[in-house]
């Protein structure tokens, strides 16, 4: 008889497990949902997705870019152009954002508060979800005495002879960061100071992940890295710190470039999708700059900064690359 009755706990235990779970996929299920393409680091998206599922409600299905390459989830909407998986994009950079924009696979929705951004923080087509900023990752032991550098343009001074890394412009931030130079000191000071950088030899790495890493792996002093890739690396190792460049007296300020984001045009989910857009600009907006939190406001207190629409960086692209694709075969 108690043999019987624990046989018959066990299995009405068993069916309660069952009909929960059948239940929970369900609810799952009825919940509502927005698909995200995202080129933006997962260890700086997730929590941003976390804090507007728990919001909202809505589930968040991101799909992350790293292991597809910088424009592996561009290249993937593209391709999906007549029926998208994707309801959102967030893109790592402004100019990824304008090359889809320009390619039709954005549908062109813009929160309450875009009016408020400055131009160079919304396209017509994608908004302002944080910026990334050029900083300046130090080795404290290789410095040995002497100062350290306060300057994106010292990568062209002698005393850091073979002793600095940098990121090969041609793709992404460090692309970016030249056309703003460009903008702001002309085309012929721009192409010189590569010149001259390269002159001085300058460890130029693939990514900026690389460059990030020359450093904590003592190559060389200091390097030219998205604060991503500054902080990540720094992390744990207090031999490495930070330097936000150009803020001496009449300096131009540090570069910032935008995370752009977008509703996909064609988006299948898409109240859920607006909604999600409009969280992340209100995030970013009222974002402070938090070391663990690796995306920075429109104007970081304190700090002096420069950028550029991507309208006058696209031209400066244009008008750029061919030279810089050069230089860089040199």
């Known amino acids: 008889m108690a043999r019987q009755k624990e046989s018959w706990l066990y299995w009405a235990l068993v069916l309660g497990i069952v009909v929960g779970a059948v239940a929970w996929s369900r609810l799952r299920q009825r919940r509502p949902v927005v698909v995200v393409y995202t080129s933006v680091e997962e260890r700086v998206a997730a929590p941003a997705f976390l804090a507007f599922a728990q919001k909202s409600g809505v589930q968040v299905r991101p799909v992350y870019g790293q292991a597809q390459g910088r424009r592996g989830v561009a290249n993937r909407l593209l391709a999906e152009a007549v029926n998208p ?7 790592a950079d402004s100019l990824e954002a304008e090359d889809l924009s320009m390619g039709g696979r954005l549908d062109g929705y813009r929160p309450a508060e875009a009016s408020t951004l400055p131009e160079w923080a919304r396209g017509d087509e994608w908004i302002f979800a944080g910026a990334r900023a050029h900083v300046l990752l130090v080795h404290r032991l290789r410095l040995a005495g002497r100062a350290e550098p306060r300057s994106v343009l010292e990568l062209a001074q002698p005393r850091w002879k073979s002793d600095v890394a940098a990121a090969v412009p041609l793709e992404g931030l460090a692309l970016a960061h030249v056309c703003a130079l460009a903008g702001k000191l002309g085309d ?12 001085n030899g300058v460890l130029w790495e693939k990514s900026e992940l690389d460059a990030a890493a020359a450093v904590a792996d003592g190559k060389v002093t200091w390097a030219l ?17 930070v330097v ?4 001496d007296a009449d300096a131009m300020g540090m570069f910032l470039l935008p995370t752009a984001a977008a509703v996909v045009r ?21 974002a402070n700059a938090r070391a663990e939190r690796l995306l920075l406001p429109a104007s970081p207190p304190g ?27 040199q």
């Open 225 to 241: 890295v998205d604060v991503t890739a500054a902080q990540a690396a720094a992390l744990g190792k207090p031999d490495l710190f």
């Open 85 to 91: 998986d994707a309801d959102v994009y967030w893109a």
């Open 244 to 247: 936000e460049p150009d803020q």
């Open 188 to 199: 012929a000071a721009a192409k010189d100071l590569l010149q001259r950088a390269r002159d």
């Open 303 to 329: 700090k002096a900064t420069f950028s550029a629409s991507v309208s006058e960086l696209r031209a400066a692209r244009e008008r750029l690359l061919p030279w810089l694709e050069q230089w860089a075969r």
């Open 266 to 286: 064609g988006a299948r989910h898409g109240e859920s999708a607006h909604a999600l857009v409009d969280e992340l600009t209100a995030q970013a907006s009222a």
